[in-house]
Every structure is written in structure tokens, then in C-alpha cells.
């Protein structure tokens, strides 16, 4: 089955940039998106395929792609970013899924 | 404003059934494929499957394949998960979104699976 790589987790200190990367086979030829997730809260849609920025979501986040590894890159890291990001994915045959998610920590 | 309002808090016994919904506003409900997500307690997130509301297909994770239907009912733009024969693995919050830029996911649904 398809499956996604990400990092456990990544440390960054504030303003500093956070690079989190999401490894798949299919990639190249899929969009992807990208989710933060705060404790106790519904994700949040920051990247839309691969890199359209979702509504609202500040100039900070980034995505893109180079081969079978995408990125979201946050700029300028603020304290509030502290969250789990998730990347996500499909086949070839519709079929999605999610990478296992990285922490990041402010320090 | 778009909104994803899913139905309550269950608790069930192992071998039952569950059905969620999900009823959404603030856009063209066939317009966008309506997925459902898993997260068990302290876990990442588990793609279950979708369903194009404008048609009625489907696509299933291999995971869930068999155990669960995911239906629209355009006539009140309104999708449903239903989960069977369940089990403690089961316990998880489930959520409703679509995958474009539409709007934020449903707020969760807390299914607690225990005799």
C-alpha cells in the first residue's frame, strides 16, 4: 500500500525557518496538502496542491516539491506554530493517505 | 461561511454499528468529494474514504475495506460514515472535510467503543 515518510520531529528556534519534508513514490505526480494540528483541535488546511496556500493562512507557510520529496517550509517561526503537521497524498487509483506526522517544537 | 457539522458523541459495545453524519453549508455540496478521517486517542491521522456526492461513488482505504460505508444524501447535503462491527480499536475521533480549499473540517466526533 501507498505509504508517506515524515520526520517524528523537528526543533526550531523562534524566527528561525522549519523545513518539514513528506517522502512518497507517487509524489511527482500527485498533489499534496498539508495539515496543522493543535491539541484538542480539528486539523487546519495550510498547503493545497502541493503549493496554493489555503484561505487565511499567513504569507509564513510555504509548500513545494522536488521529486519524490515535498515540503512545507514556515518562515519566521512564531511560538503558536508549536503543532503536529501532517502531510497527505493519493494514488494512482484515488486511494488517499496521510504521512505519520511531525511535532514541531518552538524552543 | 462553509461549515461541517457532524452529530454527536456515541459510546458502543464491541460487534456493534455506527453511523455519523456530517451535514455541510456554504457551498455546492456535489462539488467536491466529502471525506472521513480517523484519529485515535494520542494517534495520526487514518484516511477511511470518501464519497463523491455528486454520483454516490466511493473509494475505501484497504484498512476499512468491507467494515465501512460512506453515503451522500444531496437532498439535505448531508454524508454519513457508518463503521461496523466494532471494536476497541475503534475509539477515536472521527472527522468529516474535503481535501480543496473550501473550508475547515468538521469539529470531531467521539466514538468510545467499550463493553
Known amino acids: 500500500s501507498y505509504e508517506l515518510t515524515q520526520a517524528p520531529s523537528v526543533s526550531v528556534s523562534p524566527l528561525q525557518t522549519a523545513r518539514i519534508t513528506c517522502s512518497g513514490d507517487?509524489?511527482?505526480?500527485?498533489?499534496v496538502y498539508w495539515y496543522q494540528q493543535k491539541p484538542g483541535q480539528a486539523p487546519l488546511l495550510l498547503i493545497y496542491?502541493?503549493?496554493e496556500r489555503a484561505s487565511g493562512i499567513p504569507e509564513r507557510f510555504s509548500g513545494s516539491k522536488s521529486g519524490t520529496t515535498v515540503t512545507l517550509t514556515i518562515s519566521g517561526v512564531q511560538a503558536e506554530d508549536e503543532a503536529d503537521y501532517y502531510c497527505?497524498?493519493?494514488?494512482?487509483?484515488?486511494?488517499?493517505?496521510f504521512g505519520p506526522g511531525t511535532k514541531v517544537t518552538v524552543l | 461561511e462553509v461549515q461541517m457539522v457532524q452529530s454527536g458523541a456515541e459510546v458502543k459495545t464491541p460487534g456493534a454499528s455506527v453511523r455519523i453524519s456530517c451535514q455541510v453549508s456554504?457551498?455546492?455540496?456535489?462539488?467536491?468529494?466529502l471525506h472521513w478521517v480517523q484519529q485515535a486517542p494520542g494517534k495520526g491521522l487514518e484516511w477511511m474514504g470518501l464519497v463523491d456526492p455528486d454520483d454516490g461513488e466511493t473509494i475505501y482505504a484497504e484498512k476499512f475495506q468491507g467494515r465501512v460505508s460512506i453515503t451522500a444524501d444531496t437532498s439535505s447535503d448531508t454524508a454519513f460514515l457508518e463503521l461496523r462491527s466494532l471494536t476497541s480499536d475503534d475509539t477515536a475521533i472521527y472527522y468529516c472535510?474535503?481535501?480543496?480549499?473550501?473550508?475547515?473540517w468538521g469539529q470531531g466526533t467521539l466514538i468510545t467503543v467499550s463493553s
Open positions: 507517487g509524489l511527482p505526480k500527485q498533489y
Open positions: 496542491k502541493t503549493n
Open positions: 472535510l474535503t481535501v480543496d480549499d473550501v473550508g475547515p
Open positions: 497527505q497524498s493519493a494514488d494512482s487509483s484515488g486511494t488517499y493517505v
Open positions: 456554504g457551498y455546492t455540496f456535489t462539488d467536491y468529494y
